[in-house]
């Protein structure tokens, strides 16, 4: 694969960091995750707008303008002749000493690197995901702001290891006043007793998925009411359905919570609905990866 590191597209065996970059020696550095369908990249402007406003919260200035960040996300996908792809666009602080000081980085290293896509298996789409909550507790805007996309993913990490000591393929977190929040790396939603979509709201601590904004837009198309509303883990096992949300994994049932069953125990109509809806919405639009073929 040809990665794009600082100005030049390299083989990835050849794309190296310096051991003194601060993202590598701090965790100093912002970062998204995206997708491409069928040579099109989807909501390409909308996650390198959040690649900015998280690097805008550290004051990182990000040496590439906006258009710079899209052409070159565009050039890895052709260099490489993918049309399907997860894409990772990093920028670290840079190259400083091994003190904290940001300001001894000259110069913000970026990396962007495409590859074929992991998903969870195809069986948990059909049938459902079994989740935990997890004991780890989602740090609030009242410490590190959940909606940096930030190099620093420990608690993520903590919540996923937690997942899998559970058995489980995810794990939902809490945040300090136990409202539910969001996955290791996804968003959540719930169907409640009154046929209501509800997820958290952005206030609570969460980071403002890409993809829960795509589905809260198509469930109000099809006319459904949609909630940003806090709510606990009972809510969350009297659900009548559930499913997660993110760029990697797009729509994802959930069938268990802790054990609990959510519903019937197999995905329900709402989220079957909006899964296809998303499925349809994904591969109707997004920036054009090889414009020649565009009519
Ligand atoms: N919450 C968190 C904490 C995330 O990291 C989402 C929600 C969903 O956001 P989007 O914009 O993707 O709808 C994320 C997504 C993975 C993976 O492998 C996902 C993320 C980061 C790293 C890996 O699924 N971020």
Redesign the pocket.
């Known amino acids: 694969m040809q990665v794009y590191i600082d100005g030049q597209f390299l083989p990835q065996e050849e794309a190296k960091i310096s051991v003194f970059d601060h993202g590598f020696l701090y965790g100093d550095g912002v970062?998204e995750?995206i997708r491409a369908y069928e040579g099109r990249v989807f909501k390409l402007e909308e996650?390198i707008e959040?690649l900015y406003e998280s690097a805008h919260h550290l004051m990182l200035q990000i040496p590439l303008t906006r258009e710079e960040i899209l052409e070159n996300t565009l050039e890895v996908l052709r260099r490489n002749e993918l049309r399907d792809a997860y894409i990772r666009t990093v920028v670290s602080r840079g190259r400083g000493d091994l003190g904290l000081d940001p300001k001894k980085c000259s110069q913000a290293t970026v990396v962007i690197i495409a590859d074929h896509i992991s998903l969870f298996p195809r069986e948990y789409y059909e049938q459902g995901l079994s989740i935990v909550t997890a004991t780890t507790r989602q740090r609030g805007a009242d410490t590190q702001e959940?909606r940096i996309?930030s190099l620093n993913?420990l608690n993520?990490i903590l919540i996923k290891m937690e997942a899998s000591q559970a058995g489980a393929m995810e794990a939902v977190v809490l945040n300090a006043r136990g409202y539910v929040v969001?996955?290791?790396?996804?968003?959540i939603f719930i169907v409640n007793k009154k046929g209501e979509l509800v997820t958290p709201p952005a206030y609570l601590g969460?980071?403002?998925?890409?993809?829960?904004?795509v589905v809260i837009e198509l469930a109000m198309e099809e006319d459904l009411v949609v909630r940003e509303q806090p709510f606990t883990r009972h809510d969350l096992y009297i659900a009548r359905e559930c499913f997660l949300?993110?760029?990697?994994?797009e729509l994802i049932p959930v069938v268990s919570v802790d054990r609990r069953q959510i519903g019937n125990g197999s995905p329900g109509p709402q989220t079957r609905l909006l899964m296809q809806k998303f499925q349809q919405y994904a591969r109707r639009q997004g920036v054009p990866v090889y414009p020649q073929e565009e009519k």
């Open positions: 970062f995750g996650h959040r959940p996309k993913y993520n969001e996955g290791s790396g996804s968003n969460i980071l403002e998925g890409i993809t829960r904004n949300t993110g760029t990697a994994a």
